[in-house]
């Protein structure tokens, strides 16, 4: 191809004078690459769509861990046990209060 002579007269021949048209031939074969949506390669992710998913991820491990360190001594079960047997009453309780379906808290 083109882009593997004009490299390798590059760095084979040392002909610095070559850089820039290995560069125009480098940034037109990723384009050509991407398909013509100009997408990325196919099984990689957007970094943009992988950051936001893995930040709320994180978000929700925090302060599932947080609510499991305040509870600890209330209740008998690990972060796993938590999320699946006290997190839906709390969630049923708390949304019922606030939407004013129930008056307050009996202990």
Request: net charge positive; proline share 5%; glycine share 14%.
């Given at each position: ?13 040392q002909n610095w ?17 991407g398909g013509p ?71």
């Amino acid at each position: 191809s083109d882009f593997a002579e004009a490299e390798n007269g590059l760095r084979g021949g040392q002909n610095w004078s070559l850089l820039p048209f290995c560069a125009m031939l480098a940034v037109k074969t990723g384009f050509h690459a991407g398909g013509p949506n100009g997408g990325g390669l196919p099984g990689f992710p957007d970094f943009t769509s992988w950051l936001g998913r893995n930040s709320s991820k994180g978000k929700k491990a925090r302060l599932l861990h947080e609510l499991q360190h305040h509870m600890n001594y209330k209740i008998s079960g690990g972060a796993q046990e938590m999320r699946l047997s006290y997190l839906p009453v709390l969630r049923d309780r708390f949304l019922s209060l606030l939407l004013g379906r129930e008056e307050g808290l009996t202990e």
